[in-house]
C-alpha cells in the first residue's frame, strides 16, 4: 500500500507542467515562546530552520529541518530548560497575492534538561500538528506558528529566505 501511494504521488507530481512547478530551498530564524504546561518548564527561546518549497499550480508542498533551544527556567531550586529536533512535512494554499496559510504535520525530538544539584536529562518523541500563516516577498518569508503537542505547545515567528 505504501508502494502504491508513493507511486502515485510521483506520478501525480511528474505529469504536471514543468513551467508550474519550482523548488526553493533556504534558511531561516525563529523565535519562540512556549505556552501551557511547557511554560512552566522552559522560557522563550530562538532556533534555525533549513526549509524547502515545491510549488504546483495551487498548493505548496512545504518541508523543513529545524533546531530550537527554549532558555532556562527556574522554580524553586530547580532548573530545567529544553531543546528540540524536528523533521516538518506540510501544504500551503494563497490566500492573498503574497499570504498563504497552511499546516505542517511534524516529529519532535524534546530533550529536556532539569538540574537539582544533579543534572537529568530526559528526551522523549512527539508529533505536532501546526497551522500556519505566511507572508513571501520576493525571496523573503515571514511565518507566524503555532505547533500542537502533547504538554510542549509552543508559538513561533519565522523570517527566513529562499535561494
Known amino acids: 500500500m505504501k508502494r502504491l501511494t508513493l507511486t502515485a504521488l510521483l506520478i501525480f507530481l511528474l505529469v504536471n ?18 505556552v501551557g504546561n511547557f511554560s512552566d518548564i522552559a522560557g522563550t527561546g530562538y532556533g534555525g530552520v533549513f526549509m524547502a518549497k515545491f510549488g504546483l499550480p495551487v498548493i505548496d508542498l512545504t518541508g523543513s529541518v529545524e533546531y530550537l533551544s527554549f532558555s532556562e527556567k527556574e522554580i524553586g531550586s530547580i532548573k530545567s530548560s529544553a531543546t528540540m529536533w524536528s523533521l516538518n512535512a506540510g501544504a500551503r494554499i494563497s490566500v492573498f497575492p503574497f499570504i498563504s496559510a497552511g499546516a505542517e504535520i511534524g516529529n519532535y525530538w524534546i530533550t529536556a534538561t532539569t538540574t537539582n544539584g544533579t543534572e537529568n536529562k530526559n528526551t522523549e518523541n512527539k508529533i505536532a500538528f501546526t497551522p500556519l500563516v505566511a507572508a513571501q516577498f520576493t525571496m523573503f518569508e515571514v511565518s507566524a506558528r503555532y505547533a500542537l503537542m502533547d504538554n510542549a505547545s509552543f508559538f513561533a515567528i519565522r523570517a527566513g529566505i529562499y535561494f
Open 17 to 34: 507542467e514543468a513551467t508550474a512547478q519550482f523548488l526553493e530551498s533556504g534558511v531561516a530564524v525563529t523565535a519562540v515562546t512556549p
